[in-house]
């Protein structure tokens, strides 16, 4: 008998007759795709437990290619993100993300990282979440924004940002290139957020908007697969 495993299932599909394909973030081994027989019948009693964004602990055959589901049972749901539609949009965008690039990096943010953003997100923070979580993205590929100050003179009276120069602009600076104006209130939750660990993104507050988050989208779309139907849905709660 092998050890119960802890994983957090991102996306379900339908799969043959009655099986369910389930791609789950496994701790300690990464993202995979897994099937689940019999978990379309109505009688299966993993028909409405396996679902996204739940946390379980249970058995899985790890094998390459298809890994096989075996039992579980279910560890956590986050009521915060079920109570409301921006927590699940949100939640159901980095699931998305995690699982649509799995084959180029199964282990895109650790395990545990994921437990702790889908801890993190209610309706209040959902945006500072999703912002968060692009942002560590960005660091990995080598495109973080530069928001200490100025990515040209170093000055901390920021006044634009640039995603070209790949940072913030002063006054003087931000004549000088096609630079994204916003107010100071805008680029302060920036860069708190930048500075944030995962427990303290609360303490940001909750004046994310979705020109935050939307930012790092468009960072990110030519580097990784973004699930712009999910993105779309954000922007229309
Ligand atoms: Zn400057």
Redesign the pocket.
């Given at each position: 008998m092998n050890k119960a495993q802890n994983f957090i299932v991102l996306d379900r599909r339908a799969y043959k007759e009655s099986d369910a394909l389930i791609t789950c973030y496994v701790e300690g081994v990464g993202i995979l795709n897994m099937i689940a027989r019999g978990a379309n019948k109505p009688t299966s009693k993993y028909g409405s437990l396996l679902q996204p964004l739940r946390m379980f602990e249970g058995f899985i055959n790890v094998r390459p290619g298809l890994s096989l589901f075996k039992t579980a049972k279910l560890k956590n749901r986050y009521p915060d993100i079920e109570a409301s539609i921006l927590a699940l949009a949100v939640a159901s965008f980095i699931a998305k993300v995690l699982a649509n690039n799995a084959m180029d990096d199964a282990q895109m943010i650790s395990y545990d990282t994921l437990a702790s953003y889908l801890q993190s997100i209610d309706d209040q923070h959902a945006l500072s979440v999703g912002t968060h979580f692009l942002m560590r993205l960005a660091q990995k590929h080598g495109v973080a924004l530069y928001l200490e100050g100025?990515?040209?003179?170093?000055?901390k009276q920021v006044s634009a940002l640039s995603l070209i120069k790949g940072g913030f602009?002063?006054p003087?600076?931000e004549t000088m290139q096609p630079a994204i104006l916003h107010d100071v209130e805008f680029f302060k939750q920036l860069r708190c957020l930048s500075k944030a660990d995962i427990h303290q993104i609360h303490q940001c507050g909750s004046q994310t908007n979705r020109t935050h988050m939307g930012l790092y989208v468009g960072l990110l779309e030519q580097i990784i697969a973004i699930p712009h139907k999910n993105w779309k849905f954000i922007q229309q709660i």
């Open positions: 100025c990515v040209i003179c170093k000055s602009l002063c003087a600076h």
